[in-house]
């Protein structure tokens, strides 16, 4: 197992009158190669969680394993944690700094003391997985980009360290729905061809039902549910409490199950509900 959090407690401000359980007796397991969505309102913990993947934040009770090795307040031992998992936070483009695209992406290798042609080949490589083309933004100014195409250096830049795991905080967030489709898209990529360890944070269950094999719904701080797309979407009541919607055809499926149609409901898009009321159709004798 890749990661394993283990009873996972943690409290902002413990001990005065702002203290918060942010985080409430979490236990889960991130498989090499796995892409895992976590899903939950704003307030349920997703951020919390995932910044103890890379032991940005060390639980306040429990224990997070990296390989087995139990991640600690060692500074040596976070840092070569950090160059492992990769995390990427809402707005990356906001980080941007440097005066040109290469510059940037090469911040994180030139950190880690690689050579200038390591880092050079680094950055070409990493702006490709995004899918821009070095020749052409290496040297233009990030600022000068579109806003999708500025949150892909971003990416780059944490491609660009080789990370095992790659961690997303609502990365479509903010951009128009073609450049949101774009990058969710480039993530698919990253997965299925690259064999990438994802860890998905969003809030919408439209834009994670046909990507992530594995869901997991955070509120209050707890785990509610988990499974595979198509179990956690059995429990849509429980989903509507949440307040998290379901896809728009899933929820068709649903509506369709309590009228008494036997219809599946790992159905995410509008070919696979067509092909589903139709075979309903086709089976429905009354």
Do not use: C, W
């Not at 919390?48 to 060390?58: A, E, P, R, S, V």
């Not at 095992?164 to 903010?174: F, K, Q, R, S």
């Not at 128009?176 to 860890?199: F, W």
């Amino acid at each position: 197992m890749l990661l394993k959090l283990r009873n996972i407690s943690y409290t902002y401000m413990p001990g005065t009158p702002f203290e918060v359980a942010a985080l409430k007796n979490i236990t889960l397991d991130i498989e090499q190669g796995e892409y895992l969505a976590i899903i939950g309102q704003t307030g349920s913990g997703k951020s919390t969680l995932i910044q103890h993947l890379n032991g940005l934040l060390l639980p306040t009770t429990g224990e997070v394993y990296l390989d087995g090795k139990q991640v600690s307040k060692d500074k040596k031992g976070l840092a070569a944690i950090r160059r492992r998992i990769g995390l990427l936070f809402q707005f990356p483009e906001q980080q941007l700094f440097e005066e040109n695209v290469a510059s940037d992406v090469a911040f994180g290798p030139r950190n880690l003391g690689l050579s200038e042609q390591e880092i050079a080949v680094r950055v070409d490589r990493a702006l490709r997985l995004v899918g821009l083309d070095p020749a052409e933004v290496r040297d233009r100014s990030p600022f000068s980009l579109s806003g999708g195409q500025m949150r892909r250096v971003a990416m780059a830049g944490v491609l660009a360290m080789e990370p095992d795991v790659v961690i997303l905080d609502e990365p479509a967030a903010g951009l128009d729905p073609r450049s949101k489709e774009e990058i969710l898209n480039q993530i698919d990529a990253l997965h299925r061809e690259h064999k990438l360890t994802v860890v998905l944070v969003s809030h919408s269950m439209e834009d994670v039902a046909s990507r992530a094999e594995r869901l997991v719904v955070l509120a209050d701080g707890e785990i509610r549910l988990a499974g595979s797309p198509a179990d956690v979407f059995q429990d849509a009541a429980v989903l509507e409490e949440l307040g998290l919607a379901l896809p728009q055809m899933t929820l068709l499926m649903y509506r369709l199950r309590q009228a008494g149609k036997e219809v599946p409901m790992n159905v995410f898009s509008i070919s696979a509900a067509k092909e589903a009321i139709l075979q309903m159709m086709g089976g429905d004798k009354r």
